[in-house]
């Protein structure tokens, strides 16, 4: 199967890595290109409910803060509050 | 056209009687058919209420009320179950399947049921028919499991049952419709159908008992309680706004807790409250739209949710390993569970042309046109975080991250039923993405609604993409810890805990303490006391007693020997005495002696009598 066998050149392979990396990177510059030709209001591309949404790249922005705000909130919640060891309920 | 109506439950009613009756080599046969027939059987019914029984003319169950929004969820039901059917067909057991049937034959139940009394009929063999699934269950405490799943949905029966005899005494209507959003009855109906939807703080049960589940129970445990609590939500209580911030609250609850857990399957167990919260939350927004947005995601839901539990589920299978740290690189020995796994994480986080996208932004789209700027931020938030458990974290931690020891465990992949299962359920999700036309025309409310917006896929793939690099840039705080997560049932597990520690410690404390008490306060007196009473008794009442008889004896004795010496002596001797002194006597007295002897006999005798009374 040659996804397979594609993911493990990129594994087993760092310069292949990189080379993966750097699609991503051109695929996201693709995107915020895209993103800013389809905000020209006269295209009347992309629908206005709220002030951000003619942030062109406001996506982007909000994706990775979500991330962020997620991974540092959950696991502060977790390591203060939530985990607990595996026998928490069998004393 | 005939007017048919095989209520579809009833039909796997029937057939989980009749499966263990079916010769072994039709049995396939039989499991995949019985969901196909349930499914066509609704492609061919018309609207309107059909299988209406009347309880001594004084109210009516109806059990077949058909219309857009039960239909909708009558077929995914049936998918799937059908779904369930092929990725357990391995399973030599009749039990499992039985269970699922009458599982998924009471959701339907629910769904097409018209009044609240067969609401609640159904409601109640659910609860018991999925617990079932958890008592099958090979792992350790599965019991204790089961019956403390059980335990919380007999609570939220009687939750629903109150509300619904105060409903009904108050409208004396049992019809089950959009019910006011206020009032003791619906209040409580309402709270009933929140803990089927596991909506905090009444979800613990979720996350408690699904990863608990059988193998492949849990392709049934995730489609079907919380998708028919949805239901029951979208007709009884939409628009109700108490659901918004609710179903925004879960949406994040659930993605908290995916970042922490270590188990597999329970990960995906609080995500399926994360997703259900956009259900929820669309319900309690109520507009056609939302309404439309929360039956759609209910629908593709149950597909990916399942797609992902039998990839989890396959790996627990095959490797008999369930926890994050223990597992990883498995994606070589796993090839096409990871892929198809793969198929679920792209849809459930919504990656355009597959069936999350479809759905979920219908939810998203709604609060934005109702212009609710916080619902629809929120909901997205959560989708980035949909993304990075279920499509990121899961799979980078079960399928890479370090090599897998092949000699340890040999893993490969699962045998081909479950392999064509999870095939089945990815051909759904990537079918409804690519054309979802078809779901779209089968929702409750008509829409124009067009996914595939220049706006929408853009947005979507760079909240994807940057979500991604978020993941690879703080993947060292993100590695799995071995620890549980405390949820809200800890009031339930530790208060039994609590419970057990209150009658070890204080209440035997307490009842030693009392009973030392006892002992030397009472026990002991009583104890001193009765002996007293016993020296009493032995030496005062007895003695008393002891010496009446003996001192009557004595008594008898001696007037034995008085009558027998003296007074026989007296009275023999009399003559003798008499006329030796009679003539003396005569001179003295002129009485008889015989009559003062007898005189003195009788008085003795009284007085020896009333000596014997008296004492």
């Known amino acids: 199967m040659w996804i397979i066998n594609y993911l493990e050149k990129i594994i087993e392979h760092p310069e292949e890595m990189k080379k993966t990396k750097k699609y991503f990177l051109y695929f996201g510059i693709a995107l915020v290109v895209v993103d800013i030709i389809i905000h020209i209001p006269q295209l009347h591309l992309v629908h206005i409910y709220f002030f951000w949404d003619w942030i062109p790249g406001f996506s982007s922005f909000y994706g990775i803060l979500s991330t962020y705000l997620i991974i540092v909130i959950s696991k502060w919640l977790g390591h203060e509050l939530l985990m607990k060891p595996e026998d928490f309920y069998n004393d | 056209m005939i007017d048919l109506w095989i209520h579809p439950g009833f039909l796997f009613f029937l057939a989980a009687a009749a499966l263990p009756f079916v010769k072994t080599q039709w049995k396939s046969i039989f499991k995949l058919t019985v969901p196909v027939v349930g499914f066509l059987s609704l492609l061919l019914v018309s609207h309107g209420s059909h299988g209406v029984l009347s309880l001594m003319g004084q109210t009516e169950m109806i059990f077949g009320r058909v219309d857009k929004l039960s239909l909708v969820f009558g077929y995914v039901i ?11 067909l391995h399973v030599k057991e009749d039990k499992e399947h039985m269970a699922g049937l009458v599982y998924a034959g009471s959701a339907l139940g629910t769904v097409f049921a018209g009044d609240l009394l067969t609401v609640f009929l159904f409601w109640e063999i659910m609860a018991f028919s999925s617990a079932l699934l958890v008592f099958y269950a090979p792992w350790k405490d599965a019991a204790v499991k089961g019956m403390r799943y059980l335990y919380v949905h007999i609570f939220g029966g009687l939750l629903l049952l109150a509300g619904i005899f105060i409903h009904v005494g108050e409208t004396g209507t049992t019809v089950f419709d959009a019910l006011p959003h206020e009032g003791v009855g619906p209040m409580l109906i309402l709270c009933g159908f929140l803990l089927n939807a596991a909506v905090p703080p009444f979800s613990a049960w ?144 919504g990656f355009p042309f597959f069936s999350g996208f479809v759905s979920k932004s219908m939810v998203i789209s709604a609060a934005q046109e109702l212009h609710r700027p916080w619902v629809a ?33 040999e893993a490969k992949d699962p045998p081909k039923n479950m392999i064509w299962g999870m095939a089945l359920a990815a051909f759904a999700c990537t079918f409804i993405g690519l054309f979802p036309g078809a779901l779209y025309q089968a929702l409750p409310f008509d829409s124009d609604y067009h ?113 027998m010496h003296l007074i026989d002596g007296a009275v023999t001797s009399a003559p003798t005495i008499i006329e030796a002194s009679a003539k003396r006597l005569r001179k003295l007295q002129t009485g008889f002696i015989q009559n003062y002897t007898l005189a003195m006999i009788v008085g003795v005798v009284v007085l020896g009598i009333v000596a014997l009374i008296v004492i």
């Open chain 2, 78 to 88: 049936t998918i799937a179950t059908l779904v369930g059917m092929v990725f357990s």
């Open chain 2, 451 to 563: 996914p595939y917006t220049w706006g929408h896929v853009i947005g979507a793939y760079q909240i994807l993409l940057l979500t991604g690099v978020g993941f690879f840039m703080l993947l060292k705080m993100l590695d799995p810890d071995e620890t549980i997560s405390m949820d809200t049932d800890w009031t339930y597990r530790k208060a039994i805990h609590g419970f057990t520690w209150f009658v070890k410690k204080p209440v035997v404390w307490w009842e030693t303490r009392a009973v030392e008490v006892y002992k030397s306060h009472l026990i002991e007196p009583v104890k001193k006391f009765s002996r007293i009473g016993w020296t009493i008794d032995t030496w005062v009442f007895d003695g008393v007693v002891n010496f009446a008889g003996w001192s009557t004896r004595i008594e008898s004795k001696i007037l034995e020997m008085f009558d």
């Open chain 2, 206 to 349: 979720l996350p408690d008992a699904y990863p608990e589940s059988t193998i492949t129970g849990v392709v049934f445990m995730s489609a079907l309680t919380t998708k028919t609590a949805v239901y029951v939500l979208l007709r009884g209580f939409a628009g109700a706004e108490i659901l918004v911030p609710l179903g925004v609250f879960m949406a994040l609850y659930g993605v908290v807790y995916a970042v922490i857990e270590n188990d597999i399957r329970r990960l995906l167990a609080y995500h399926i409250i994360s997703q259900v919260g956009y259900m929820v939350a669309g319900a309690g927004m109520g507009s056609e739209m939302a309404v439309n947005g929360a039956t759609s995601h209910a629908f593709a839901h149950i597909l990916y949710k399942g797609l992902l539990m039998m990839g989890m589920s396959s790996v627990m299978l095959m490797t008999g390993l369930r926890k994050l740290t223990d597992l990883g690189g498995l994606y070589k020995y796993m090839p096409w569970t990871f892929m198809l796994y793969m198929i679920g994480g792209f849809a459930i986080s």
């Open chain 2, 377 to 409: 931020m929120l909901l997205t938030l959560a989708s980035a975080g949909t993304f990075l458990h279920t499509g990121l974290k899961l799979p980078y931690y079960v399928f890479f991250w370090k090599d897998w020891d092949q000699k340890k465990i």
